[in-house]
């Protein structure tokens, strides 16, 4: 157990519908990351933030969008849902923003778009 | 473009012999590497990281190797055990412009640790 929890674990709808992901990080993590995982693509890194504020940008599609609340926690949200983004989605924490700071994992939202 | 290469799909071993995943990486950029662990309906599990000012990081059974001139790093892991069955990432990153952190990830190893 990293100490990431996300819910929920698996999620179905249709295409058009928006969802919402949310992530709580481990005690004492400021920054959160959100990673979409899919069978063509691997691994690829969404978003970062730290304390509230966004600190790196990934291949983040314009339809999704994410933020972090003063309690630490973050939510992903993914609006005009297509096929394409049934993936497993991750959020991380760690500690400090940089680069060097070893990322945790939670175990993932299951998302499939029907 | 795949920054960060995992060229073996899958590795089978013994168990009590040793493991060698390896992991290639085209950006100059990169200073800091970590490998993850990945069971099944799980989240990536941090195993081990070097920095690039390292070119060895040993924690218990496993061992990090970097060659920064070849671009390469590997993972040892021994001795081996059936436990150790789990697809195996390589990740990198690199000082951002604004002090963010982003991962870029192999695309996995599956390693099979057999009886």
């Known amino acids: 157990d990293s100490g990431v929890t996300q819910t929920p674990k698996h999620l179905i709808t249709a295409t058009g519908q928006r969802v919402t992901l949310r992530c709580s990080p481990r005690?004492?993590?400021?920054?959160v990351y959100w990673y979409q995982q899919s069978l063509d693509q691997g691994l690829q890194f969404l978003i970062q933030y730290y304390n509230g504020e966004e600190r790196a940008k990934g291949n983040i599609l314009e339809r999704f969008s994410a933020q972090q609340f003063p309690d630490l926690h973050s939510e992903l949200n993914l609006s005009s849902l297509e096929l394409g983004d049934s993936a497993l989605y991750f959020c991380?924490?760690?500690?400090?923003w940089g680069a060097g700071n070893t990322i945790y994992f939670g175990e993932g939202s299951w998302l499939t778009v029907v | 473009d795949q920054q960060v290469k995992q060229n073996s799909p899958s590795l089978s071993v013994q168990e009590g012999r040793i493991s060698i995943l390896n992991c290639d990486y085209t950006?100059?950029?990169?200073?800091?590497f970590l490998w993850y662990k990945k069971y099944p309906a799980e989240g990536p599990t941090f195993l081990i990281s070097?920095?690039?000012?390292?070119d060895k990081n040993e924690d218990g059974r496993f061992t990090v190797f970097l060659n920064k001139s070849a671009k390469h790093l590997s993972l040892h892991i021994v001795p081996s055990q059936p436990g150790d069955s789990a697809v195996y990432f390589c990740a990198a990153s690199e000082g951002l412009t604004g002090g963010g952190n982003k991962l870029t990830f192999g695309t996995g190893t599956q390693l099979k640790v057999e009886l």
């Open positions: 950006n100059s950029m990169f200073d800091y």
């Open positions: 991380a924490s760690s500690v400090r």
């Open positions: 005690s004492g993590d400021l920054s």
């Open positions: 070097i920095s690039s000012i390292k």
